[in-house]
C-alpha cells in the first residue's frame, strides 16, 4: 500500500489533500504561521491545493488528509493517495470520524436531497459519510474540529524525524486539572463530555464554564453505560443524549453505538 519515497534535494515531500469538509484542518497548517516557514524549509510541499499553485505528481514521504468519504469518486481517489503515499495521516473530525455530514448515516440521504437542491437528480453522492480509515490503512490519525495546530506540527516534525508522534491518548478531565480550571459538573451540574472526550483542545469551553462538547471524539477509554446516567442526572433526557453524541464526530464507534442504545431505549 506504500510507494517508494520520492524525494528531490534531500528533502522529504509532502502533500495536503482535502476531501468533503470546511477546510478548517487545512487553515490550521496555514495558521501555524512561523512554525509553518520553518517547516517548508525543511520539506518540499509537493501537492497543497488551499495553500499553494503547486501540484507535482507523487510519491509522497508525508500525505495529510482532510475531509471524510462521500461520493465514489472520494473512494478512488482516496486509494490513490494512499498508494502513492509512504505515510498518511488523517486530520480532523470529518477524515477521523465521517464529520459532522455523517448525520446523514440515521436518515434517507435522498430526502435531504430533495430539501436542499432544486435538481437532485444532478448530484452524486453515497448514502453515508465515512472516515479514511474506513477504506484504505492510515498511519495516524489527528482528531478535533478543528485539529490543534501544536499536535499537527508535533505530528508532521515527528514524522520528519522518523518517529512516533507523542500525542495525549487521555480525556480533557485531564487538561482541566492541568489548567486549574474547576470541574464545571461537579461544580454547577453542568453536562459535560469531558470524561469520555480525547484531549487536545486544552480544555476550551470548560474553562469558560460550558461543557465539553466533544470536538475531539472518544478518549482511549470510554464507558458510556456509566457515564450516560450522570448526563441524565444532570438534566438531559434520551433526546438530548442522542444529540449531544450526534456532532462532529457522530460516526467514531464510541459515540455512534452510545447515540443507537440510547435511541433504542
Not at 136 to 153: K, S
Not at 230 to 246: A, N, P, Q, S, Y
Request: charged share 20%.
Amino acid at each position: 500500500m506504500t510507494s517508494p519515497v520520492g524525494r528531490r534535494n534531500g528533502r522529504p515531500r509532502l502533500a495536503v489533500w482535502k476531501f468533503a469538509s470546511c477546510d478548517g484542518c487545512q487553515l490550521t497548517l496555514l495558521d501555524c504561521e512561523d512554525e509553518l516557514l520553518g517547516i517548508a524549509e525543511q520539506v518540499e510541499i509537493a501537492y497543497f491545493l488551499e495553500g499553494s499553485s503547486t501540484s507535482e505528481p507523487g510519491p509522497y514521504d508525508l500525505s495529510l488528509v482532510e475531509g471524510s468519504v462521500t461520493t465514489q469518486q472520494d473512494v478512488a481517489r482516496i486509494r490513490h493517495v494512499r498508494a502513492a503515499s509512504r505515510r498518511l495521516v488523517t486530520i480532523g473530525a470529518c477524515a477521523t470520524a465521517g464529520g459532522v455530514q455523517a448525520l446523514r448515516n440515521y436518515a434517507d440521504v435522498a430526502e435531504f436531497q430533495a430539501a436542499v437542491y432544486a435538481r437532485p437528480d444532478y448530484v452524486e453522492t453515497l448514502a453515508t459519510s465515512t472516515p479514511i480509515s474506513a477504506h484504505v490503512p492510515v498511519d495516524f490519525e489527528l482528531r478535533g474540529c478543528p485539529i490543534d495546530r501544536g499536535q499537527l506540527i508535533e505530528v508532521i516534525t515527528a514524522y520528519l524525524a522518523g518517529r512516533t508522534p507523542d500525542v495525549p491518548r487521555h480525556s480533557v478531565c485531564f487538561e482541566c486539572k492541568t489548567r486549574g480550571t474547576v470541574c464545571v459538573t461537579v461544580a454547577r451540574g453542568t453536562p459535560c463530555l469531558g470524561p469520555v472526550t480525547h484531549a487536545g483542545c486544552g480544555a476550551l469551553c470548560p474553562a469558560y464554564g460550558r461543557g465539553c462538547y466533544g470536538c475531539f471524539g472518544p478518549s482511549d477509554s470510554t464507558n458510556f453505560p456509566a457515564f450516560v446516567p450522570l448526563l441524565r442526572r444532570d438534566g438531559m433526557d434520551t433526546l438530548d443524549v442522542v444529540r449531544v453524541l450526534r456532532t462532529f464526530n457522530t460516526a467514531a464507534p464510541e459515540f455512534d453505538e452510545a447515540s443507537r442504545r440510547e435511541e433504542e431505549g
